[in-house]
T-cell receptor
Framework: GENVEQHPSTLSVQEGDSAVIKCTYSDSASNYFPWYKQELGKRPQLIIDIRSNVGEKKDQRIAVTLNKTAKHFSLHITETQPEDSAVYFC????????????FGSGTRLQVQP | DGGITQSPKYLFRKEGQNVTLSCEQNLNHDAMYWYRQDPGQGLRLIYYSQIVNDFQKGDIAEGYSVSREKKESFPLTVTSAQKNPTAFYLCASNKGLAGGGETQYFGPGTRLLVL
């Protein structure tokens, strides 16, 4: 089955700096890659996603890049703010079959004011 | 997200007891999923259902059971065979096998604790 690895497990940045979180996946059949933000005790919230026919997608301060050949994708947050502090999860799923998400282990991002 | 509800918010289980977690959605989604989240970890798939009256085991199905009698509902039963049930349980849904239906939306979760 699919395996998703995520790094780093914790990340501390100063307010205004950029943050980058990286994930690798194992199954070349995976073609959908969402990123979720989870605050303590809350449900995961989708912040951005990308499909395998696209190399990069941007939404205001958030961007995701995908390298299908290397089987890795990254989340980029620019001009970080204290409210960006949360746990971020990457995930992958296949376009056929079960379509359930396989999640990475999460990155705890702390933005220092 | 507002279209998926889970109850209860907190649930306490005694030794040897079966408990059922509720998940309801009004998004007209075909597919529904149950994930388990342990502290400091990612989500792991327990069961999923792509259509009414059909469901499949996920990666950690042992000690759990589900049913899908209605499109809107996908209850999860944690049986006494699940020896370490303490976790945060999240239900999700999406359009399933329909085109562009990958985006999953999560319910607010149920926190299960063992007495």
């Amino acid at each position: 089955g699919e395996n998703v690895e995520q790094h780093p497990s914790t990340l501390s940045v100063q307010e205004g700096d950029s943050a980058v979180i990286k994930c690798t996946y194992s199954d070349s059949a995976s073609n959908y890659f969402p990123w979720y933000k989870q605050e303590l005790g809350k449900r995961p919230q989708l912040i951005i996603d990308i499909r395998s026919n696209v190399g990069e997608k941007k939404d205001q301060r958030i961007a995701v890049t995908l390298n299908k050949t290397a089987k890795h994708f990254s989340l980029h947050i620019t001009e970080t703010q204290p409210e960006d502090s949360a746990v971020y999860f990457c995930a992958a799923s296949m376009g056929t079959g079960r379509r359930a998400l396989t999640f990475g282990s999460g990155t705890r991002l702390q933005v220092q004011p | 997200d507002g279209g998926i509800t889970q109850s209860p918010k907190y649930l306490f289980r005694k030794e040897g007891q079966n408990v059922t977690l509720s998940c309801e959605q009004n998004l007209n989604h075909d597919a529904m999923y149950w994930y388990r989240q342990d502290p400091g970890q990612g989500l792991r798939l327990i069961y999923y259902s792509q259509i009414v009256n059909d469901f499949q085991k996920g990666d950690i199905a042992e000690g759990y059971s589900v049913s899908r009698e209605k499109k809107e509902s996908f209850p999860l039963t944690v049986t006494s065979a699940q020896k370490n049930p303490t976790a945060f349980y999240l239900c999700a849904s999406n359009k399933g096998l329909a085109g562009g239906g990958e985006t999953q939306y999560f319910g607010p979760g149920t926190r299960l604790l063992v007495l």
